[in-house]
């Protein structure tokens, strides 16, 4: 199947082969089809596989520039939200439409001259309402809703905001009809009620949510406690990388890890976490798509979505407590059929962790020992499974003469 078998406009059409597209992804041939039909859809599926064009092409196949809002995207954080405003000027350069993109942390400005034509909003919900108390953002117009990691968003206590920019935009009615798109990796309770509540009749496609890309190597390297630092600075010296994401639990982590780094005298290495201005994280992003830096530290927040294809290798410095993060995290690399290598430090406080990855994945994640590395003894390191612990025998009852 080509793109030019899904129903796409001209215009659409003509930026796909600009960008070099030939063959859509599995979550491309299965959802252009159904958005085109105007349905309401759930998407589902594995990171690095072109979701943002499986949303992003149809709608822009279906709008003419007006002026006024009619696509609106929402996403939880600051970095999606550029990066897909990006693809869709990127998509839509040939049909005329405008796209404004709106995140807090930034002026008012730019944004407001943005909204004066803007035929697709992209937005952090915070934001977007902000637009609307200001009057720069109206809903009436909105045939197309986009809302896209949707279980990042009730992580980060979105929710409630989100179902009310839901209504304010229009509902199905006699005189108008809004086609609702929910992309969301998992589906706790709360967010299939929430499904249940904004869409209407909606088709689903899932693409292997919980697998792990065949073309990434992963694997376990335990370690003592006190040794984790030790043993990341050793996989850094041992490997050879192009670009290299970095995974910490924390802000502070990720400062501290980004300093240890560069005092073992590799410079090409930046942080990226909430706590770094937004200008600076931009910055941050585009020196290491473009090799100013080859080493990239950050939290969670870029771990969904955010699409450096040219990733080689992931290092968890600690196993993700949420078992669903690990597939996010190690899919930074192995990206658009590209091969690449993940590394999770492994320590004894960390195997429940473990295990309800594997459990995830459905799969026992190799352990594997870095070669020429100092290791201190722990138990973790052993290849060989605990002996069985054989209970004492009672000495018989003596019998009585």
């Not at 159904?34 to 596989?49: F, R, W």
């Not at 020196?287 to 927040?301: H, N």
């Not at 799969?363 to 020992?369: A, C, L, P, T, V």
Request: proline share 5%; with cysteine; hydrophobic share 40%.
């Amino acid at each position: 199947m080509s793109f030019t078998d899904l129903g796409l406009s001209e215009a659409v059409l003509k930026a796909v082969t600009e960008a070099g597209y030939e063959n859509p992804t599995p979550i491309q041939a299965q959802a252009i089809p159904v958005i085109l039909e105007k349905k309401d859809l759930i998407g589902a599926s594995q990171t690095g596989t072109g979701k943002t064009a499986a949303f992003a092409l149809p709608s822009l196949s279906q709008i003419k520039p007006l002026g006024k809002p009619q696509i609106l995207v929402l996403e939880p954080t600051r970095e999606l939200a550029h990066q897909v405003a990006e693809q869709f000027e990127q998509y839509g350069k040939h049909t005329g439409c405008k796209v404004a993109l709106l995140y807090g942390g930034m002026g008012y400005g730019k944004q407001d001259e943005q909204m004066a034509e803007a035929d697709i909003v992209v937005a952090t919900p915070g934001r977007l309402v902000d637009h609307f108390y200001r009057a720069t953002m109206r809903f009436g117009e909105v045939k197309i809703l986009i809302l896209d990691e949707v279980d990042r968003m009730l992580d980060m206590g979105f929710l409630p905001i989100v179902r009310r920019i839901v209504n304010l935009c229009p509902w199905n009615t006699e005189e108008s009809s809004r086609q609702t798109l929910f992309f969301s990796a998992t589906m706790p309770p709360a967010i299939q009620g929430f499904a249940q509540w904004c869409l209407h009749e909606p088709e689903s496609v899932e693409i292997a949510r919980r697998a792990v890309a065949d073309t990434i190597k992963h694997a376990f390297y335990p370690v003592s406690m006190d040794q984790r630092d030790e043993l990341l600075l050793a996989l850094l010296k041992d490997t050879t990388f192009d670009s290299l994401m970095i995974f910490t639990r924390t802000r502070k982590e990720a400062d501290t890890l980004t300093t240890l780094i560069k005092q073992s005298g590799h410079e090409k290495v930046v942080a990226m976490h909430s706590d770094v201005k937004q200008s600076d994280r931009l910055k941050a992003l585009a020196g290491f798509k473009d090799g100013s830096y080859d080493i990239l530290v950050a939290t969670d927040v870029a771990a969904r979505g955010i699409d450096i294809s040219t990733v080689t290798h992931v290092i968890n410095y600690r196993v993700p407590e949420n078992s669903e993060d690990y597939v996010h995290r190690i899919g930074r690399t192995g990206r658009a059929e590209a091969e690449g290598d993940a590394f999770t430090i492994l320590t004894a406080d960390e195997l429940d962790y473990a295990k309800s990855v594997e459990n995830f994945v459905d799969k026992k994640i190799e352990r594997r020992k870095l070669e020429g590395f100092n290791y201190k003894y722990t138990a973790l390191l052993d290849d060989s499974p605990a002996k069985p612990v054989r209970k004492p025998r009672r000495p018989a009852p003596r019998r009585r003469r």
